[in-house]
């Protein structure tokens, strides 16, 4: 899946008009629009998945090229490493 902030900071809500907040929540439903939509990526490398693959998202597809065991990033850990799960 595609990693979507959890928290939204609006700033200083003292002056908020009704038309800024439809921006607002405009803004939110594209983003997460565009993050559910995003169709996993898919590479192919000579090796496997690496654990400091953190930029990529859970979902994303590593096919390994030498052994061609197809791997499915499953889960951030930490903020320096991730979990891939061969798939079988």
């Given amino acids: 899946m595609a990693k979507i902030q959890e928290i939204f900071d609006v700033g200083d809500r003292s002056e908020l008009t009704v038309e800024d ?3 607002i929540i405009e803004d939110m439903y594209r ?6 939509n995003k169709k996993p990526e898919i ?3 000579p090796n496997d998945g690496l654990t400091s693959d953190v930029f ?6 590593n096919i390994n090229t030498t052994t061609l065991k197809v ?5 951030h ?4 490493a991730v979990v891939w799960t061969t798939l079988s």
């Fill in 77 to 80: 850990t930490t903020s320096t």
């Fill in 56 to 61: 990529l998202s859970n979902g994303d597809i």
């Fill in 21 to 23: 907040l439809l921006l």
């Fill in 31 to 36: 983003t997460l629009a565009v993050a559910l």
């Fill in 71 to 75: 791997e499915m990033l499953t889960q």
């Fill in 43 to 45: 590479y192919q490398r």
